[in-house]
């Protein structure tokens, strides 16, 4: 019977207790009472580290790591990353001692290795860090033609009112760091301070004019992780970044998933919102044991779609008992935020990143291009006209009215359903223009919100519902009154498009009916 009996003891309350504890033998004796007993992973870990203390190592612990599981260190190489030669050195003694063979290869009917069939050798896992210091949101700013990205500044603002908010909440001040890698993009690191961010930290390389996968995951990895010279890593005094956003765009998406694999983290996709909060939980896996209950304090709420916007789900990211799980990162949804009025006044940190880049990962090189004509952007407009199936029984004129109702308003722009993309209608003369992908809206399309949305047709499947569900006043016209786009409408009109886009047309154009924004979120009914 040992004087600690751990079953009677929470994990922090067993751990305090065996600080009192130097004896080999009793340390022993509790281990083996918790794998008898409640057989925490924690709480064996505990007792583990208190004999490492002591210099003892614990029986039958294998260094603490249970099966299944990682092992501890910033930078753990793993057997495929050393390879034949790790088996042979570390092991080969030991092998030939039990084996009694003293020397001789062990014929094999495998190929020479031609350096392809072993893709992951040389791969290194990279580890979390235990008890790390966390600070700061940073936003990668994607570029194109020496630009920002919209969804750049859209982030960013989003990113200062979470971090002015966290001030008010914990009263600490982090920063907003914004990162950019490209060719020429000092002066865009001024344009991001400009808008929102603290710090803008960018990495400047003529062969980065374009996105290229490895290096752009090298550089933003290097710069999370703290390394480079002093230079460009003195501003700073943690280890990672708290939070991380990135674009979820085509290369956001691509970047997202490699960056945050790198820095042994998680990844919450395709979000359209973010808050940060405590949150209690009581999974025994974050929380160490069962049945106890944990507050977790600033914790990024990511939510994103499911079911095809059907439904809406939170993502946390919480660290596991003894390990960490930082940043805490999101890939954001274009416009689903938006931007802060930019203010040239405002001041902030610069900071050049350094970085040796490897030659190999340059090895594809862009030598001609063709710069495709800018696609259709639906976001920013104050009423978006969305057709749908219901124009099938005469395209082209159901699209033309779409087009009149479009020019009817001062700021207006043309939507189009999954539905018509997909279709086999048949378009004649200008319209058909207006029924390319380019301009669809929903979860495989645009996302738009603006201040009046007139869907002429649309049924409301979740999938379009994903893409404007949250537009200021939705007002739709359907013959069907069960349509589902009924549900989540502001004014339904009961009518054949046909004949209604007309006369809202005319109404419009002679004032005899006034739909523009203000008038709308009044409730006018003139």
Request: overall charge negative; proline content about 4%.
């Amino acid at each position: 019977m040992t004087a600690i009996d751990p079953d009677d003891h929470t994990v922090d309350e067993l751990t305090a207790a065996l600080e009192t504890v130097d004896d080999v033998d009793e340390l022993q004796a509790i281990l083996e009472a918790e794998r008898t007993g409640q057989d925490r992973a924690t709480a064996r870990e505990a007792v583990r580290k208190r004999l490492e203390a002591i210099g003892a190592d614990a029986e039958g612990e294998s260094d603490g790591v249970e099966e299944g599981t990682e092992t501890e260190g910033e930078y753990e190489e793993t057997r495929e990353s050393v390879g034949d030669e790790a088996a042979g050195d570390a092991e080969s003694e030991d092998e030939a001692a039990a084996t009694g063979e003293t020397g001789a290869e062990p014929e094999t009917d495998e190929e020479e290795d031609d350096g392809l069939s072993h893709p992951t050798r040389d791969k290194k896992h990279v580890r979390a860090l235990e008890d790390g210091d966390y600070a700061d949101m940073w936003v990668f700013c994607e570029t194109q033609g020496g630009e920002l990205l919209d969804v750049a500044r859209e982030m960013l603002g989003k990113a200062r009112e979470l971090m002015d908010q966290f001030e008010a909440d914990y009263g600490e001040e982090e920063a907003v760091v914004a990162v950019l890698v490209g060719d020429d993009c000092k002066g865009l690191a001024e344009e991001c301070i400009a808008y929102g961010a603290d710090v803008a930290v960018y990495h400047d390389d003529e062969r980065l004019e374009r996105f290229l996968h490895k290096p752009y995951a090298e550089i933003a990895a290097h710069m999370a992780r703290g390394d480079g010279t002093v230079e460009s890593t003195d501003w700073r005094e943690y280890d990672k970044p708290r939070y991380i956003l990135f674009p979820a765009t085509n290369n956001g998406r691509d970047l997202s998933a490699t960056v945050q694999a790198e820095l042994d983290s998680g990844l919450a996709s395709d979000c359209s919102d973010l808050f940060i909060a405590d949150e209690e939980v009581s999974n025994p896996v974050k929380t160490g044991e069962p049945g106890v209950k944990k507050t977790v304090e600033k914790v990024l709420h990511m939510k994103r779609p499911d079911f095809s916007g059907f439904e809406y789900s939170t993502i946390l990211c919480l660290d596991n008992p003894g390990r960490d799980f930082h940043p805490q990162g999101a890939s954001v949804i274009p416009g689903s935020f938006d931007p802060m009025d930019p203010d040239p006044d405002r001041e902030g940190l610069v900071v050049e990143h350094d970085m040796e880049l490897d030659d190999d990962w340059f090895r594809v090189a862009i030598t001609e291009y063709d710069r495709l004509e800018a696609g259709i952007d639906l976001t920013g407009h104050d009423v978006i006209v969305c057709l749908g199936r219901g124009i099938a029984d005469d395209p082209t004129a159901g699209m033309e009215l779409g087009l009149e109702l479009v020019d009817a308003f001062e700021d207006a722009e043309l939507g189009i359903t999954r539905g018509i993309v997909t279709s086999s209608y048949q378009f004649e003369g200008h319209v058909e223009a207006y029924s390319k992908e380019e301009r669809q809206i929903g979860e495989t399309g645009q996302v738009v919100a603006p201040d009046v949305y007139i869907a002429a047709g649309v049924s409301g499947a979740v999938q379009h519902k994903v893409g404007m569900d949250e537009s200021e006043t939705i007002i739709a016209v359907n013959t069907d009154t069960d349509a589902r786009i009924r549900d989540f409408s502001d004014y339904f009109i009961e009518g054949d498009l046909f004949e209604v886009l007309p006369r809202l047309t005319e109404a419009v154009e002679s004032g005899a009916i006034d739909l523009e924004p203000e008038a709308v979120a009044d409730g006018g009914d003139e």
